[in-house]
């Protein structure tokens, strides 16, 4: 059966847009982006599931390219003892606590949380990195079950792999990570699995020996990378080498592998970087929060080095997060032409639909015939004129900046949200047990 959004205004995600069309989609694909007389000659067919678009903006599904939903659970949590000076401290004193106390059931609550909260900002692909020490096994599973079973979204899935919890779990994380790997399945567009890596600082020589020697020929590592400076200086200390000459000398540069921050890394390590074609993820929100560092926006721009954009599990709003990553350029390099609307498009339009295109197989990030029918539908009816030449001005300073408001999610082409509400899952009854859920999870954390 077809799926007809009909009469909203539209965005291809690069130049084209339309004040008035219609989107036709069928089989998970968008089928025709009818406007002017096409549209006019088109009767929409009786069997047809119709979305009116009246007043409302469609755009590409957005993606997140590097976040963590075992973190939906520690909105307002208090924690004792909570004084950190430097971001390893931030790591010792609150998520490495939290991820302890996280058990199956808190595990799977956090993920449909998650995936729920990016639906309502238009996300319809989460890159995640899975970290749940004392609950390992299975629980990737478990993510994508709550992702794509659950709310309906796509997903890349990793288990943080660390020494930090010792060797027995380690092994434990190496296996998930070889056994998701194991079960992933080309075709199928929705889920994708990669290996999963805490940072160089708290992993081994011996443990990258053992995923060098495991991972299969192909599959692409997900890592933190010089988030703060104390990963590139015990590298160094430890290891005579900086972090991205230690991942290549593993073999572990890939064109799959995700590098998230890259905040510490040099010239040096930029150019290794792009030689690679490995991918670089942004979150400046996170970085800013955890002050870390600044990213090199242009750095890697320059040298044609793929950037997506991430939150880094701080919230879900990847329109909110561009618009941040376009100030911060700004006010920390004294230009306020830096991060121009071109950079940002890149980051989140272009680079953010290539990096899932790449992992999961499918066609993503443009309204155009052959595409994936994954559409973000916003209530926008603007107060200014909006044209190909000002729609990412609208989407960071007029939805981004003001109340956002999703009222479709349409994902290969079947409906997440509906008139506003979910239809594949019962949000105020999910939210209820999530609230018990955090309340047992914050109980834990000693």
């Keep these: 059966m077809k799926l007809v959004i009909d009469g909203a205004r539209i965005w291809d995600g690069a130049s084209g847009f339309h004040d008035v069309g219609t989107i036709v989609i069928d089989g998970g694909k968008i089928e025709a982006v009818l406007t002017g007389s096409e549209r006019d000659k088109y009767r929409i067919p009786a069997d047809a599931e119709t979305i009116e678009g009246d007043s409302k903006l469609a755009v590409p599904g957005l993606i997140n ?99 930090r919890d ?53 599959a692409g590592v997900h890592i933190h990378v010089a988030e703060g400076p104390e990963d590139e200086d015990q590298c160094h ?25 890259c905040l510490h890394i040099n010239e040096e390590e930029k150019d290794l970087v792009a030689e690679s074609k490995a991918i670089v993820v942004h979150n400046p929100r996170s970085n800013m929060n955890n002050a870390v560092g600044v990213f090199d926006m242009d750095g890697f721009l320059k040298r044609e080095i793929t950037v ?40 989140l339009f272009d680079d953010n ?34 044209t190909a030449g000002n729609v990412l001005g609208h989407l960071l300073f007029g939805i981004a900046v003001h109340d956002m408001h999703v009222s479709d999610l349409i994902v290969a082409g079947r409906s997440v949200i509906r008139g506003d509400h979910f239809v594949n899952v019962d949000e105020d009854a999910l939210y209820a047990q999530a609230r018990a859920e955090a309340s047992a999870l914050w109980a834990r954390i000693s």
């Design 65 to 163: 390219a590097h976040t963590h939903l075992y973190s939906s659970l520690a909105r307002g949590m208090a924690l004792s003892n909570y004084s950190p000076r430097t971001f390893t401290e931030i790591l010792e004193q609150l998520w490495w606590r939290l991820d302890k106390a996280l058990d199956p059931s808190s595990v799977r609550m956090s993920a449909i949380v998650g995936a729920m909260e990016a639906a309502r900002c238009g996300v319809t692909t989460l890159i995640d990195h899975h970290a749940s020490p004392h609950a390992v096994t299975g629980s990737l599973t478990a993510v994508k079950k709550a992702v794509n079973d659950d709310v309906g979204l796509r997903g890349a899935f990793c288990y943080e792999l660390s020494d």
């Design 237 to 261: 200390a430890e290891h005579g080498m900086r972090i991205v000459k230690r991942l290549d000398k593993f073999n572990l540069l890939r064109d799959r592998s995700v590098l998230a921050h």
């Design 353 to 386: 639909p290539q990096i899932a295109s790449l992992l999961l197989g499918a066609q993503l990030g443009r309204i155009a015939p052959g595409y994936a029918a994954d559409i973000a539908l916003f209530d926008y009816d603007p107060p200014t004129p909006i």
């Design 166 to 218: 010792g060797m027995e779990i380690r092994d434990e994380g190496i296996e998930e990570n070889l056994d998701f790997l194991s079960t992933d399945d080309p075709s199928d567009q929705m889920s994708t699995a990669l290996f999963g890596l805490h940072a160089s600082f708290t992993l081994s020589d011996d443990s990258l020996s053992k995923v060098a020697e495991t991972i299969p020929e192909g």
């Design 308 to 347: 997506g954009l991430g939150t880094d599990g701080l919230g879900a709003n990847m329109l909110s997060e561009l618009f941040t990553a376009g100030i911060l350029q700004k006010v920390s390099t004294g230009n306020s032409l830096a991060a121009g609307f071109g950079d940002l498009q890149k980051i």
